[in-house]
């Protein structure tokens, strides 16, 4: 029972390392940040394969993973325009193992305890950038968006646990989870991160949106709140809109004056017309760098532009059984509210991840929403 205990602590970690790995390079840049967490998953996969194999799931896991290995394998090697690089297939290798490794291994992640983390680790980068005690490097990939992904991943989990959760308002719980998404709250405001304030609310909303779905008797209360929240923040936001000291704030008023600077359409209008000419195979891995200068900004025109529209609809597909379960959660007479929570922050982060970051690094979000998938699968059997 014990070593069962340890078992599921460390992978959780690990699990907790890989989704933290861009801030927690802010303090040391190195790809071992991304190995050792890799190690340690593969160490508990072959340590524990025979019961793993006595699973259903995990022959279907091995099935897809080598159909994913041997897929991006031929398009990376005879791709019309792929990027044959040594760093480009360490990334996209790393991806299909790491999402492999996490739908074997669901079992040994402590949910409690990874939301705990994810929303401590916000905690302490937000405390760290209020006292400017942050530093970052542009030159070893570092931005703002580094600094303020983990924040708004800790807000979305706070909103989350701090709505849904059936503890009375004035419990120390909850209490201590307003004191949190206050912390995380102020050091977005002082952040550059419009998206990382934005999504978060995002989230919530499209949550309140399920729970008034499916929870009939709830409707005028969730109606209320979310009316309620939203007139405190677009009050908030048009009075502190062009306040200096509110960054964030900054630019998001900037930006809905002036969108001249952001170049996401022209890209997207490129990579549009590349797909009609080439629509069924694609141009290979990573080709949206030859094509249009760098990566869209959009998860799924880049999956279309690389691999064409038939991996494309499979992707979308796998998308929309993920919203429809995370809206389904609501109709569970006992829902988890840690199984709601993980499916939170990994929409935030795929959302995120679609407008800021590029395909080969989403595992990032694909593993949290990978174990939403299973975790639902699986608590609706039961």
Known sequence: MRIKIINKIIVTIAIFTLISAPSIKIFYSSVIINLIPLFFLLFYYFTNINNLFKRKSNKKAIFVYSISIVVFLLYFLFGRYSVIDADVLFRYTFLITVLFLLSSLVDFVNKKMLIGMIISWAILISTLKLFEKLSYSSDLGQTYLTVGLPMGA???????????????????????????????????????????????????????????LYNKSFRLKYLFFISLILFFAVSFITSNAYNSDFTSLNRLSASSVDISEEDRLMKWTKSFDYIL????????????????GNYPHNIF???????????????????????????????????????????????????????????????????LILLFKIYSYEYRKK
Not at 278 to 291: A, C, M, N, R
Not at 337 to 343: F, T
């Open 154 to 212: 800790g807000l979305t989990a706070s909103l989350i646990l701090l709505f849904f959760s059936k503890k009375k308002f004035f419990s120390y719980e909850k209490i201590l989870i307003l004191i949190c998404s206050g912390i995380i709250l102020t050091g977005l405001l002082f952040s550059r991160g419009r998206s990382n304030l934005l999504y978060p609310l995002f989230v919530f909303v499209f949550t309140v949106g399920g729970a008034i």
């Open 301 to 367: 025109i880049e999956l279309a532009l690389s691999f064409g529209i038939p991996v494309f609809i499979l992707f979308f597909i796998f998308i929309m059984k993920y919203l429809i379960a995370y809206i389904r959660q609501f109709s569970i007479e006992k829902m988890s509210l840690e199984m709601l929570c993980i499916g939170a922050i990994g929409m935030y982060f795929f959302v995120s991840w679609n407008t800021s970051f590029d395909l080969g690094t989403s595992y990032i979000p694909l593993s």
């Open 277 to 292: 000419d080439y629509p069924f195979f694609g141009y290979g891995v990573d080709s949206s760098y030859y094509l249009i």
